[in-house]
């Protein structure tokens, strides 16, 4: 199974991108800077298939390694 990570995937084409890559059969980590909207993207998301939300900002580092970590 190949598995993906879109960052911004909470809005706009970042979740776009994540529903395709999940209807193509992909895991999909939504990143998000905002876990609590990463959550509620990756649930109306879940119909397309196997998306995860993770807590990521490209400008926080322990967002970086934990998600490095998942």
Same mark, same amino acid.
């Given at each position: 199974? /190949?598995? &993906?990570?879109?960052?911004?995937?909470?809005s706009?084409?970042?979740? /776009?991108?994540?529903?395709?890559?999940?209807? /193509?059969?992909?895991?999909?980590? $939504?990143g998000?800077r905002? $876990? /609590?909207?990463?959550?509620?993207a990756?649930a109306?998301l &879940?119909?397309?298939?196997?998306v995860?939300?993770?807590?990521?900002d490209?400008?926080?580092?322990?967002?970086?390694? &934990?998600?490095?970590?998942?």
């Open positions: 199974m /190949e598995v &993906s990570l879109v960052t911004g995937g909470n706009g084409i970042g979740y /776009e991108v994540v529903r395709q890559l999940a209807i /193509e059969g992909m895991i999909v980590y $939504l998000s905002d $876990l /609590e909207k990463g959550i509620t990756a109306e &879940s119909s397309a298939g196997d995860r939300p993770i807590h990521l490209l400008a926080d580092r322990a967002t970086l390694i &934990s998600a490095s970590r998942s």
